[in-house]
């Protein structure tokens, strides 16, 4: 990484953790992604759910279609695994290179998650498969019970449902995605080098506060909810802290604003758009430029054993105010819109180009 006052140059980072949806969304939301990311692991749980080799290819071919023309990218498909997922369709798509992960969904956790998976028990098969074939598992680490407080549940899976199937399946990597609680984090550091996690942007800058400054904020509803403000702390801690099994995914997730802001809102925070000037944000408030670039374009690729990008990204010094929405074409011509995260905010950095 070099830096001078107003230009820091890095190596292209990767996104792993992405969704992009499909349609008329997928078309207006993937160049956000492929202006500044490289690669992306791409979620499966758009409708119908991305569950078998057939349905990964089809969406890898029309995610291909839509990138700019412009811009090198390399979508990372996965599989939406369901009680009933078969190991050997599991088996075949990841030696075929089709799937590159698996995402564990628990039942009913988040948007498009009810045909997830309702028990570890259920799933053992394909557990087991996976360890052996090394295949990454990528979990939504939260319970679901309905008696478990909203804000306890990833604290609650960790206890009940990671620790044991860590332990179910010592040789199994797993990342546990999105985390969003110092309990998260105390636990991947004290964990053995098959698990790491994601953090994305916007639970480095909000705590859950946001959701409800001034009224009912829609736009700061993701899953997991951000928590209180120590968690947020403790998530800032992590990702500068040059842990290795702490890395970049963005979990951007793009809801138009009519469903964002009707009597049961998506949960999702688009934040594709300035997604890498927000983390670097956070690193330079935290002092920590110099380890940005591992957090963003290393440790995920050197812990799903690929190779490093040889391409270089520079951002410039110069702040800027965030714009307020996104305008999308939908199928039927009609226009919506995509509220990106900071929206009217300003921001101190912006990408200027890619080498
Ligand atoms: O906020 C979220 N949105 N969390 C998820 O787990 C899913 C995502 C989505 O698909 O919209
Ligand atoms: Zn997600």
Known sequence: MTNSIDLLTLRQPDDWHLHLRDGSILKSVLGHTTRVFRRAIVMPNILPPIKTIVAAEAYRQRIIAAIPSKDLFT??????LTDDFCSKELEDGYNKGVFFAAKL??????TNSSEGVTSI?????????MERIDMPLLIHGESTESHIDIFDREAV?????????????????????H????????????SSSRLAATITPHHLHINRNAMFSGGLRSDFYCLPVAKRER?????RRAATSGNPRFFLGTDSAPHLRAAKQSSC??????????????????????????????????FGAAFYGLPLNKSLITLEKCTHTIRSSFQVELEDKCQENLVPFH????LRWRVLRKD
């Open 343 to 346: 929206s009217g905010e300003n």
């Open 121 to 129: 028990d259920a799933i053992h098969s394909l557990l087991e498969t």
């Open 75 to 80: 979508p990372l498909m996965t599989a939406y």
């Open 179 to 190: 985390i969003t609680t110092e309990q998260a984090v105390r636990f991947v550091e004290a």
């Open 157 to 177: 899976f960790i206890d009940r449902c990671l620790i044991p199937l860590l332990s179910r399946y010592p040789n199994l990597r797993v990342v546990l995605e």
């Open 265 to 298: 809102g998506c949960a999702g925070i688009f934040n594709a758009p300035y997604a890498l000037e927000s983390y670097l944000d956070v690193f330079e408030a935290e002092d920590a430029l110099d380890r940005l670039e591992a957090f963003a374009s290393e």
């Open 231 to 235: 968690h947020r702390l403790a998530l």
């Open 105 to 110: 969904y628990p039942a009913n956790s988040t």
